[in-house]
């Protein structure tokens, strides 16, 4: 999935409405999330943290 990074946030929040839900489904809901956009776990989590919608600190 080219330049996944931001599409990739905007349609997370456009199906969870806010980053909350975003971040709930960013660990909770990730083998879902990882079929419906055909990534891998690193890819998932990668384009999150590329748009800075989940930091793992």
Known sequence: MD???KSLAEHLIDD???LRTVSWAATSDVE????KY??????????LG????????
């Open 50 to 57: 590329d748009a800075d919608v989940y930091r793992n600190e």
């Open 3 to 5: 330049g996944v990074d």
């Open 16 to 18: 969870y409405t806010d």
């Open 38 to 47: 055909d990534l891998d776990a690193h890819e998932f989590f990668k384009a």
């Open 32 to 35: 879902h999330l990882e079929n």
